[in-house]
């Protein structure tokens, strides 16, 4: 017994000695990190991270390269041109310009688009005084405290400004208002102002206070800039998600769908194939932006018996899209919902893309040597209008209409339209010629005095696309713009412009565009424009839409519709 006991010693003790020792490490390598994570911040090295809830870009080399993340970021969130220096006209994002208040606003718009018009037009006023004025002191006695506390003489004033800045900085944390200061905030800016005073007469080495003023400076001006770039990234974000209620709205339809079956398909199969009627296509994944569409323009048609609406959605909205257009009426209209990613005759299905917008930032084109920048959003056919030969083989003629228009004529007029050999009839946007996009498209095969066209509203003759293989002209020209050097982003547009090079009929005085970014826009323009083009960022279903136009959107939502309240959808 006793040899047992006394050979268990060694089998036990070992192991516990062991895990005391592993104890001891851990503990010295948790105090070890705890003293690095400080050290980190202070230094500056957590500019290096990139946050999982916001953009923040790297600081840049000195050779001025950026983070590759960021930039693949920013590309996703608003498709740009891409960037190339030798390009005497085209703008992108450059670094703010500082030496008017004109180039700061457009230096900010070509760097974060919209945003920076939404930012203008929200902008407030600072009216919290005392913050401000606690903000300026604080900002004044950290930059004098490094001097003061290396003088021997001045122990007790330095520990009187570390105490009151340390008191200071606890007050600010925990208010953003003047409401929010406790009532002795007024005692303490009185003391600080004194602390002030007092520092101010002391004999410190002006450099070193010059110094310590550049880099809260420096500090306060990254933190800004910081701000900046995530209020936009936060911006981008809320403009390319689907809002709450409309999400909503399309959960609620397509639970519906399942569970009503008594909706039943209207007898409208022959419109849908019938050449000699109007038949308008609609690439939509909002079921209040297609609606909206439709409805104002069967409002204004002076006959919508022979109207035809085909709406091309994707297949996560489609149920939601079918139970709409079978609960509302629209008049004598007949409206088909097709499946774009089943009902393609195309062996590899491709998923639903909406029109490509982007924005370009110029010079004049006439006088490109002048320093005034204008920034322009445009918006292109991309990959899913170039199924419309396919999908609608038996039509010799139709309207494409963005789900991001309104309608306030009749658009009869454009069935009569002779186009001649053209195959699109859409808004020409001679603001920006293909000249000016050469080192974008290369210098082969188009002309550089040719304008750039808008999706939208566009007039499509079927018959001519197909006789002309556009849909193979576009493929070709994809193959050959992926292969080439350089940015790969933003191909679908650039082949679109090529594809339709010469083949664009000008559609004149029918399109007012830019009511999604643009706040200067005349009234009288609206009211008398045929068709209303929301193209930019601030569409007019979303929070960020430009409030005064958007209400020529909102009076064709079909407000009597039960879901749109239990959805709380804003109409």
Same mark, same amino acid.
């Given at each position: ?96 310009? @500082?030496?008017?208040? !004109?180039?700061?606003?457009? *230096?900010?718009?070509? #760097? ?6 939404? $930012?203008? /037009? ?118 390319? @998600?689907?809002?709450? !209620?409309?999400?909503?709205? *399309?959960?609620?339809? #397509? ?6 079956? $008594?909706? /039943? ?127 609608? *083989? ?178």
């Amino acid at each position: 017994m006793k040899s047992g006991g006394l050979g268990a010693v060694p089998s036990y003790g070992v192991p516990a000695k062991r895990r005391w020792r592993g104890l001891v490490i851990a503990v010295l390598g948790l105090v070890i990190l705890s003293m690095l994570v400080p050290l980190v911040f202070l230094l500056g090295l957590h500019n290096g991270f990139h946050s999982s809830g916001y953009l923040y870009e790297q600081k840049t080399s000195p050779s001025g390269e950026q983070s590759s993340h960021v930039k693949e970021l920013i590309t996703k969130f608003e498709p740009t041109l891409p960037k190339n220096p030798s390009s005497d006209h085209i703008e992108q994002a450059t670094n703010p310009k @500082t030496s008017s208040t !004109s180039e700061d606003r457009n *230096s900010c718009q070509i #760097t974060f688009g919209s945003y920076c018009l939404w $930012q203008q /037009e929200h902008r407030q006023e600072m009216k919290e005084t005392l913050i401000k004025k606690l903000k300026d002191q604080l900002f004044v006695t950290r930059a004098y405290y490094p001097s003061i506390a290396k003088l021997p003489a001045k122990d007790k004033l330095s520990r009187q400004l570390k105490q009151n800045i340390q008191e200071m900085e606890h007050m600010l944390s925990e208010s953003t208002s003047d409401a929010d200061l406790p009532p002795v905030a007024e005692s303490y800016s009185k003391k600080m102002e004194n602390t002030i005073s007092r520092i101010k007469s002391v004999p410190v080495d002006c450099n070193n206070v010059d110094k310590k003023l550049r880099q809260l400076f420096d500090l306060t001006e990254d933190e800004a800039k910081f701000h900046m770039k995530q209020s936009a990234f936060l911006y981008k974000l809320n403009v390319l @998600t689907m809002p709450k !209620s409309l999400h909503c709205l *399309s959960l609620k339809l #397509t639970v519906e769908y399942f569970k009503s079956p $008594q909706y /039943e398909e209207k007898a409208n199969k022959e419109k849908f194939t019938d050449s000699s009627l109007q038949h308008y296509v609609i690439f939509s994944n909002n079921v209040l932006a297609a609606s909206v569409v439709i409805n104002s323009t069967v409002f204004h048609a002076k006959e919508s018996l022979n109207q035809v609406f085909h709406v091309l959605t994707d297949r996560e909205n489609y149920y939601a899209m079918k139970l709409w257009f079978l609960r509302n009426q629209f008049k004598e209209a007949a409206v088909q919902v097709l499946n774009v990613e089943q009902d393609s005759q195309m062996e590899n299905q491709l998923p639903l893309s909406l029109p490509e917008e982007f924005w370009v930032s110029f010079r004049g084109y006439d006088n490109p040597s002048t320093n005034q920048i204008r920034t322009e959003y445009l918006s292109i056919f991309s990959d899913s209008h170039y199924l419309l030969p396919d999908l609608f *083989s038996n039509l010799k003629k139709v309207v494409v209409l963005d789900d991001d228009v309104v309608i306030q004529q009749d658009l009869s007029a454009l069935w009569n339209i002779d186009m001649g050999d053209k195959v699109n009839g859409a808004e020409q946007f001679c603001s920006v010629k293909l000249g000016q996009l050469r080192s974008y498209l290369g210098e082969k095969g188009f002309s550089h005095n040719s304008c750039v066209w808008m999706s939208g509203l566009n007039v499509i003759d079927l018959g001519r696309w197909r006789e002309l293989g556009l849909t193979q002209t576009y493929k070709k020209l994809i193959k050959e713009l992926t292969m080439q050097e350089g940015s790969a982003e933003g191909i679908a547009w650039r082949a679109s412009l090529l594809a339709f090079e010469n083949r664009i009929h000008p559609l004149d005085k029918w399109v007012v565009s830019g009511l999604g970014h643009n706040y200067t826009i005349e009234s009288q323009s609206i009211k008398t424009a045929p068709v209303l083009h929301y193209n930019g960022n601030m569409k007019p279903w979303l929070d960020l839409g430009i409030p005064q136009y958007k209400s020529y959107w909102k009076k064709f939502l079909n407000k009597e519709d039960q879901l749109l309240s239990e959805c709380n959808v804003n109409s």
